[in-house]
């Protein structure tokens, strides 16, 4: 026999929404029959008792007793895991020449506008990857928006080293002369922005760079990629 388990309402509830009882009454808890009731005369309301619905009754009783919502799952994580909350999030590819004026790049899904009058563009790239320092002596870049044609090579340039392999000559990504900028744009991107380096600022393991939108270009039929959290350990992509 299943032991069942019966809450008065006083023993189930915070004393917090004891007062909402005078007109909604709580009356029995009952989890093994995975069944709650809530008497609001003249109705009864019949609730599956999963602890999900639980929660959500809390929270509903105190959005109406004070107007607020009141977070009871709040957890403290990681920093990473407080990340990924961010997800789907837009991944753009970061393009830059080096000395010899050949490009290189990477995929960057830490990217912001961050002014429209001038237009400017962010992007935090890690200390420890190749493109920071190809921007850095450049004074130029280009962010290139992605679609799902693109995903392999986005796989591809945001797991190689520039300083390692010839991201361009391996990928067969093409390219297109840029405007104004000596960097080249990526011809099957969504869009393009020709960047002017403005500033670069220090963020802990990573370098933020700002740079100047002096000209955009799109693709009109094209959609934008976003990445997805990880499935099975693999990065998933979508696009919208
Ligand atoms: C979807 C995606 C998003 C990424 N976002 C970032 C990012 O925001 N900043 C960063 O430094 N690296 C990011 N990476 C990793 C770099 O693209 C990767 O380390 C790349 O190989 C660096 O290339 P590089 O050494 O030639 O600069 C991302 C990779 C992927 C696939």
Redesign the pocket.
Known sequence: MPQTKHFTSEAALPNTICSFLHFAHLSLINFESGLFFIEIPPFLLIFKSTQENFKVFIKLTNTFLYGRMVNNDMEEVSIREAYNKFKP?S?VF?ISNDEQGKA????????MKCSSDPGMFA????????????IRQCKEFVVAVPNKELEEV??F?????????D?FADSGLETEKAKIVSVPLIKNATVNFECKLDKEAEAGD?IIFIGEVVACHINNDKKVLF?FKKKDGK?D?GEF
């Not at 290189?104 to 990217?111: D, K, Q, R």
């Open positions: 999030e991944c970061v290189s790049g990477m995929v960057a899904g830490w990217n992007v935090s790239l890690s200390k420890k990857g190749y493109t920071h320092k190809l986005v796989l340039f945001g797991s190689h080293h520039g300083n390692e392999v991201k990573h990445n990065r992509f």
